[in-house]
């Protein structure tokens, strides 16, 4: 069974750092394709950042790209988004995904909540 969970969440003032984490256990993540998503207040859920399996490649999205690093540390089997100078509008819950047995990401975390304040 796939469980993912993520963690590092916490509320900071705008421009502060935040390391958030994704654990997963029955899924080895160097093996599938993992990415970061958020969903702010009253806003439907979007992408953020993937890392591919095979070569370990990364997207971030262009709103992020110069603030968010997606990393995966095999050794530990966990995948982390380090999120820099943070604004009020990164505000929202930030969900771990993974693509396992369809083309689609169809395994998530429950959510670790960032909120940046003004």
């Known amino acids: 069974q796939v469980r993912l969970v993520e963690s590092g969440g916490g509320l900071v003032q705008a421009g502060d750092s935040l390391r958030i984490s994704c654990t997963a256990s029955?899924?080895?993540?160097?093996?599938?394709?993992a990415g970061w998503f958020r969903q702010a207040p009253g806003k439907e859920r979007e992408f953020v950042a993937r890392?591919?399996?095979?070569?370990?490649?990364?997207y971030v999205v262009d709103s992020v790209k110069d603030r968010f690093t997606i990393s995966r540390d095999n050794a530990k089997n966990t995948l982390s988004l380090q999120m820099n100078s943070l604004r009020p509008e990164d505000t929202a819950i930030y969900y771990c995904?993974?693509?396992?047995?369809?083309?689609?990401?169809?395994?998530w975390g429950q959510g670790t909540q960032v909120t940046v304040s003004s």
């Open positions: 029955g899924l080895t993540f160097s093996s599938h394709t």
């Open positions: 890392i591919g399996w095979l070569d370990g490649s990364e």
């Open positions: 995904a993974a693509i396992v047995s369809s083309r689609k990401y169809d395994h």
